[in-house]
């Protein structure tokens, strides 16, 4: 077990002495005296405001201070707010309209972080999948397969609730938008989905859940290609040399391989608002640690909870850079954040409670015997539960290189169930803003 640190704040607030000078030294002047004791009572009440507004903005303050290697230790829960109105800056920026049904492609502007370009079906017609059934070489209109194979933007909503059991692993198309709002859509037993080669992805407000490998055979993956695939690995989502992808709000469970893999120099992807749940391999950023490729990756995690019997990889990064910021994560069985092959991790106002066991505090694991100490894994704003503590290492900056679009203010980790209250699929409903 690395070693590990913990540094405290503690703030004292005394109230100022009156100044002390000839001029009220007697009672030749009883008005400027009670001016003075006023004007000392006043700067005292200002100086507690001043103490409770750095408490109530920047929370975990008053409880830990950055040291420059690690640190750990525990803290009190906040409570929730009434009917978990506080929103996150995605959510804000669409669920308080009533008209978000007629008005769904405002969701394509709400993105942050690598992702935040990602268009989807934004400047597409509108595709209503009417029908469940699935035929990966030649699917019917109103399938969900049907709609993610054209060449042509558009924005997928469903009619109604569904469970979609694929046949063969889903291959989707460029500028293309899954909006499960308004419906309780899962996919589910059986290969799910997979984003390759393309770009322009938002996938959104979906269970996908009990996915299996697919079977070597015929899919269809546009309208003009039928291939012979040799079986997907049985991951919920798989991105596989893809940009601009954004995946909002869903919730994903029990799969054969991992949830979500960000693989083959994949970059510009936010995870963000998602329910992970059961399983072990939960995320994998990059291929394996030779593939060169993959250090141009560019990953944003970001208002996810990380539920009940998740084991490893929230995320597991190689080579390339992940900013990790205001998730919740309810323990884990081995490890947090993990990686290999010098990738660079900013781990930002995340709300870490460790497990029981004395062994399992630590947040971080490195596949490294040796040099992991030059990597670039950060700490700033996180709490730490439980006795949970993040060990740090390397020199220089790890700031994400955002575009002014791209950039948000990371809250501090006292914040976070508040941001991550509602994450996973939303119940909306049509004509009501959809805050429950």
């Not at 595709?127 to 469940?132: E, K, L, R, S």
């Not at 009990?210 to 989502?237: E, M, Y």
Request: glycine share 8%; charged share 15%; with cysteine.
């Amino acid at each position: 077990m690395q070693a590990h640190t913990t540094t405290r704040i503690r703030i004292y607030v005394q109230p100022l002495p009156l100044p002390r000078s000839a001029n009220f030294a007697g009672t030749q002047h009883p008005n400027i005296l009670i001016m003075a004791a006023l004007f000392s009572l006043s700067l005292s009440y200002l100086s507690l405001l001043l103490v409770w507004w750095a408490a109530t903005a920047s929370p975990a303050l008053s409880y830990y201070k950055e040291s420059p290697y690690s640190y750990g230790g525990t803290s009190p829960t906040p409570s929730r707010p009434p009917n978990n109105k506080m929103m996150n800056v995605i959510d804000g920026c669409w669920r308080k309209d009533p008209n978000w049904a007629t008005n769904r492609r405002k969701l394509a502007d709400c993105a942050i972080g690598f992702g935040k370009y990602a268009l989807g079906g934004k400047l597409g017609a509108t595709y209503v999948v009417t029908d469940a059934s699935d035929d990966p070489a030649n699917p019917k209109p109103g399938t969900l397969r049907y709609g993610v194979i054209q060449t042509q933007p558009l924005w997928i909503v469903f009619a109604g609730d569904m469970v979609i059991q694929l046949k063969n692993e889903l291959i989707m198309t460029s500028f293309k938008t899954i909006d499960g709002r308004g419906a309780r859509v899962e996919i589910a037993y059986g290969p799910c989905i997979t984003i390759q080669y393309v770009t322009h992805v938002i996938i959104h407000g979906i269970s996908i859940h009990h996915c299996t490998p697919g079977k070597p055979g015929l899919v269809r993956s546009s309208t003009t290609h039928l291939g012979h695939r040799q079986g997907s690995d049985g991951d919920a989502i798989s991105v596989f040399g893809s940009s601009n992808v954004w995946i909002d709000h869903c919730s994903l469970s029990h799969c054969y391989d991992g949830l979500i893999d960000v693989i083959h120099a994949s970059t510009a992807v936010t995870i963000s608002n998602n329910y992970f749940s059961n399983h072990d391999k939960v995320m994998l950023f990059g291929h394996r640690d030779s593939f060169v490729a993959d250090k141009a990756m560019k990953v944003t995690v970001v208002f996810n909870h990380f539920g009940e019997g998740l084991v490893q990889r929230m995320p597991r990064v190689r080579l390339g850079y992940a900013h990790v910021a205001n998730n919740m994560y309810d323990q884990w069985e081995m490890y947090a954040i993990g990686g290999s092959a010098n990738p660079t991790i900013l781990s930002q106002g995340n709300y870490f409670q460790a497990p029981s066991a004395s062994d399992l505090k630590q947040v971080t694991k490195r596949e490294a015997k040796s040099g992991w100490k030059n990597w670039k894994w950060r700490s700033s704003k996180d709490l730490f539960l439980e006795g949970a503590y993040f060990v740090q290492s390397g020199w220089g900056t790890v700031r994400p290189s955002y575009t002014a679009d791209q950039a948000f203010s990371a809250a501090e980790g006292m914040m976070v169930p508040f941001l991550t209250a509602d994450a996973g699929p939303l119940n909306c409903v049509s004509r009501r803003p959809c805050t429950t």
